[in-house]
């Protein structure tokens, strides 16, 4: 007979600072949850964990049963009745008997009240079977915790950032289940954490303290000494008592075991806490930030400078609607300049209504007060041409989220003559040049590229830029950890007290 896998997909980023809501319908990118078979059809050949359990499934001949696939953009806590939404089939699905289960979990979900969400998923799961073998793949951006690695049977995670490894890690969790079910091996896990609160800013392994880490962790998973070794850096916009650093190791019990996961665990938290300076981002004043990329575009005809406005990310959760760095690069008249995106469907909406063509007058942005911060929406007043308007609808072709459909809602862009700013009903990060290119403009062809993303964007857009520019306008996604009041975090930690 056949083996029968459950395979299931609840992902949330939470920002407890953050004002945007996440409704049921927030999952899916805002076209709800998938479930059934529409789960599977959403995330099939896509660079997601989701779709390597699939590959997983198909080439074991298993039955696949696929209860639900829900992920939404980064945003504060959700309620206790969506998650109950999300996690029912999940359940329902295992009630009805099923030899393994392979889930594609974030690591950071946060719900009205629970810290940990991923943890009470498996917790669940374990409490209907209880020997029932669990993969979990999770975010770099994960605050782990004990209940999570406590009831799963395997955990790995994501190792780039931007994460366009998501597969690779599916793969690897789904792999070694399958070995454990056919007595290969035998997964046993050692994990740890450390007080260390890593802005986000310095958390891509390409140019960050996690570098050494990252490779450490391949190298001991090349040299057959454990089955997979994962650092976790931490989503430090999320007030809970887990947040922070940690790592977790899948060892074989059959050979070094335990002893040698501990080991390698360890090691990998010794370096992030000795190098834990190094977690630390201190951004320049935006004018100054400004200037230096106007400068740089002057100097470097040919391909774009990249200018990020990472403090109001709705990858991390923020609004996309804070106008600071939009309105400094036209206080300092950059010219032949594209945005992408401001959230406003408000705007959008008035676009939409004048047409094509037609000058428009908007308070652009600045809907959303973030009062987590003490910081009031400001719209930015301008006036322009609509120059497109679009279904907001892309398939990525970059390397992060490949082969996966992005929904913006209605889309609209402005023309200020020396600017084009790309509006949307719905909030998005730029990792892939769709967001431009659906809508008719074309990146290269541009002097200068402002982007709200922090990190996801360099997927896309730094195989064609000239010059990196990062932008400390205002939001919920400072990299400035000192602003936010955390009540829940175990304290001391990493910069905010002396240790």
């Keep these: 007979m056949p083996r029968r896998y459950v395979i299931a997909l609840i992902k949330h980023e939470t920002n407890t600072f953050s004002p945007i809501p996440t409704p049921l319908s927030a999952f899916g990118h805002g076209n709800g949850p998938a479930f059934g078979a529409a789960a599977r059809e959403r995330f099939a050949c896509t660079n997601t964990p989701m779709a390597a359990y699939l590959d997983i499934g198909e080439r074991e001949r298993a039955e696949v049963v696929t209860p639900v696939a829900a992920e939404a953009w980064p945003s504060t806590k959700t309620s206790r009745a969506t998650f109950e939404q999300l996690i029912g089939p999940l359940e329902d699905a295992v009630r009805g008997g099923c030899d393994a289960v392979f889930l594609d979990l974030h690591g950071a979900m946060v719900i009205e009240d629970c810290d940990d969400a991923q943890g009470e998923i498996v917790r669940r799961l374990r409490r209907v ?169 002057e100097g470097a005809p040919g391909r774009p400078v990249l200018l990020i406005d990472h403090c109001d990310n709705c990858g991390s959760g923020g609004a996309q609607d804070v106008m600071a760095v939009v309105a400094e690069v036209l206080r300092q008249q950059l010219d032949d300049v594209a945005i992408a995106p401001i959230r406003d469907p408000e705007s959008v909406a008035q676009m939409i209504a004048a047409g094509v063509g037609n000058e428009v007058a908007l308070e652009l942005g600045g809907k959303t007060d973030m009062p987590s911060i003490d910081l009031q929406a400001k719209p930015l007043h301008i006036r322009g041409r609509v120059r497109t308007i679009t279904d907001g609808e892309f398939t990525v072709t970059g390397p992060m989220y490949t082969g996966l459909a992005m929904h913006l809602g209605r889309t609209a862009v402005l023309d200020t003559g020396k600017v084009e700013i790309v509006v949307t009903e719905r909030a998005h990060e730029p990792m892939d040049v769709g967001v431009f290119t659906h809508c008719g403009i074309d990146p290269l062809r541009k002097k200068f590229i402002m982007l709200k993303s922090r990190i996801h964007y360099r997927a896309g857009f730094k195989p064609i830029a000239s010059h990196i520019v990062e932008c400390a306008g205002a939001g919920v996604t400072n990299a400035d950890l000192s602003v936010y009041r955390y009540q829940k975090l175990r304290r001391p930690i990493w910069p905010l007290d002396p240790l």
């Design 129 to 297: 079977a209880p020997k029932l073998p669990i993969a979990v793949t999770l975010d770099y951006h994960t605050n782990l915790s004990s209940e999570l690695v406590d009831n799963a049977t395997v955990i790995t995670g994501y190792k780039t950032y931007p994460h366009v490894d998501m597969y690779d890690v599916g793969k690897l969790a789904g792999e070694i289940l399958v070995r454990a079910l056919n007595g290969e091996v035998e997964p046993v896990m050692a994990w740890g954490w450390r007080p260390l609160l890593a802005s986000i800013m310095r958390h891509a392994p390409d140019d960050g303290p996690s570098r050494d880490i990252v490779r450490y962790a391949r190298e001991m998973e090349s040299s057959g000494r454990v089955l997979a070794a994962t650092f976790l850096a931490s989503f430090p916009h999320a007030d809970t008592p887990n947040t922070g650093v940690s790592a977790v190791v899948v060892g074989d019990r059959k050979r070094d075991g335990i002893e040698a996961a501990k080991e390698i665990c360890d090691k990998m938290l010794e370096i992030a806490w000795k190098r834990r300076a190094e977690y630390t981002f201190v951004a320049p004043p935006l004018a100054e930030s400004v200037a230096r990329a106007k400068a740089l575009g």
